[in-house]
């Protein structure tokens, strides 16, 4: 069966520091990995899809950025972080651009 | 026009009542509908998709309105559990799918 491991699951990070969240996917091939962001009392913001290695689809201009290195790894990170980049972060995985499987998400602060 | 638009809410609903929701979408060209439940601080989980003819699973029921362009979900004989978040989740042109903001159902004793 399919499997999503995003961690950290909570991160506290300062202004102006660097970001790394990872998200890993088993027990599939050539999955559409996606990076949603999500703030208090907002929806779900898509930031970031990639439909196979090294090829990224940015959805909103930001802070941010993603890589694919392999085809089961999705990388989110920033250089420098923002107060407006807290929030809850989500990975997910579809097979095709239908149903979406998350992980487990990962609640930044940056203070 | 937001492209998914539903009650932000709290519905807040005695145990064993039966409750709706609608969500609203903007793009006539949409392909796809879903119902995901989301609980506080977790992630969003499939609850059902939405089908032309509308769909029943136990408890919850599903209906698309196409020339009125919403979804709706029905959730009867309401219990402590249903108490989440749930997000419309609409499959647009370009295979994007764009989550509304979520309606929160509180179901109390």
Known sequence: ?111 | RKEVEQDPGPFNVPEGATVAFNCTYSNSASQSFFWYRQDCRKEPKLLMSVYSSGNEDGRFTAQLNRASQYISLLIRDSKLSDSATYLCVVKGGGNKLTFGTGTQLKVEL
């Open chain 1, 1 to 111: 069966s399919q499997t999503i491991h995003q961690w950290p699951a909570t991160l506290v990070q300062p202004v102006g520091s660097p970001l790394s969240l990872e998200c890993t996917v088993e027990g599939t091939s050539n999955p559409n990995l996606y990076w949603y962001r999500q703030a208090a009392g907002r929806g779900l913001q898509l930031l970031f899809y990639s439909v196979g290695i090294g090829q990224i689809s940015s959805e909103v201009p930001q802070n941010l950025s993603a890589s694919r290195p392999q085809d089961r790894q999705f990388i989110l990170s920033s250089k420098k972080l923002l107060l407006s980049d807290s929030g809850f972060y989500l990975c997910a995985w579809s097979n095709r651009f239908e149903r979406l499987f998350f992980g487990s998400g990962t609640q930044l602060s940056v203070l």
